[in-house]
Nanobody, 115 residues
């Protein structure tokens, strides 16, 4: 079983930046999708950004141009650089990986964008 542990969430003002990190418990090959979803109160969990080698990163329209997903395959980690944050970005952010047909989730980290 793959375990994913997020860090970096917190409170940030609108227009600010935040970096989330996710550490996997074992090797996740670059060819495996890995990235981030989020879930705001009362809403469905949605894709934020997912990266897989050989493909362009997949970003939600709402974050395109503001968020960047990075993978450090040697460290089995994935990161989300969030810039120009907006109140509507407030959500629990979940690390995501798919390995051998199985989907894995982190426990989530809260991001709150508020003045």
């Amino acid at each position: 079983q793959v375990k994913l542990v997020e860090s970096g969430g917190g409170l940030v003002q609108p227009g600010g930046s935040l970096r989330l990190s996710c550490q996997a418990s074992e090797v996740i090959f670059a060819s495996n999708p890995m990235g981030w979803y989020r879930q705001a109160p009362g809403k469905q969990r949605e894709l934020v950004a997912v990266r897989r080698s050989g493909r362009d990163p997949n970003y939600a329209d709402s974050v395109t141009g503001r968020f960047t997903v990075f993978r450090d395959n040697a460290r089995n980690s994935v990161h989300l650089e969030m810039n120009n944050l907006k109140p509507e970005d407030t959500a629990v952010y979940y690390c995501y990986a798919r390995v051998e047909g199985q989907t894995y989730w982190g426990q989530g980290t809260q991001v709150t964008v508020s003045s």
